[in-house]
C-alpha cells in the first residue's frame, strides 16, 4: 500500500468520524445540576435495557424504549416520575426461534429492543425495535 493510500484512507476515516459523532447531539440536553431537572429514580418491576428516550416539546412526557416495552412517563413533577401507561411488544416465538438459530442466546439477545422512537404527529409514535 503506497503512501499516499494510507494518508488517503486515514483523513477519510477521520471525516467518517467527525460526521457520525456531529449526527450523535441530543435534540434535549441538561447540564448537571441544572434547576430545571432533579434527578429521580424510576426502575418498574420487569423493565430492562432502557436505552432509548424521547421527551416531548412540552417536557411532560418522557417515552421510554426498553426491552419489550415501551413506556410512556409522567416527568411534568419536578423530582416525580410517574408511569402513564407501558406497551409489552415481545418477540414472536418464531422469530425468537430464528434467532437462536443464528447462534445468539434465546434468553438474552433474541428480544425486542426498541432502538429508535419518533413523534409522528401529536398523537402518535414511530417506534422500531429489532
Excluded at 417536557?59 to 423530582?79: E, F, P
Excluded at 422469530?95 to 428480544?111: I, L, P, Q, R, V
Aim: glycine content about 6%; proline content about 2%.
Amino acid at each position: 500500500m503506497t503512501l499516499r493510500r494510507l494518508a488517503s484512507g486515514i483523513v477519510l476515516h477521520v471525516l467518517l468520524q467527525t460526521v457520525t459523532w456531529a449526527k450523535l447531539t441530543p435534540r434535549t440536553s441538561f447540564i448537571n445540576g441544572n434547576p430545571g431537572r432533579v434527578l429521580a429514580m424510576f426502575n418498574p418491576t420487569g423493565t430492562w435495557n432502557t436505552t432509548t428516550l424521547l421527551l416531548s416539546d412540552d417536557g411532560n412526557k418522557l417515552y421510554v424504549g426498553a426491552r419489550d416495552t415501551v413506556l410512556s412517563l409522567d416527568v411534568s413533577q419536578r423530582g416525580v416520575i410517574n408511569m402513564r401507561k407501558q406497551l409489552k411488544w415481545k418477540t414472536t416465538d418464531e422469530k425468537a426461534k430464528e434467532c437462536s438459530m443464528k447462534g445468539k442466546d434465546k434468553e438474552t439477545e433474541c428480544m425486542n429492543f426498541v432502538r429508535v422512537l419518533q413523534f409522528l404527529n401529536s398523537t402518535h409514535l414511530y417506534a422500531c425495535g429489532t
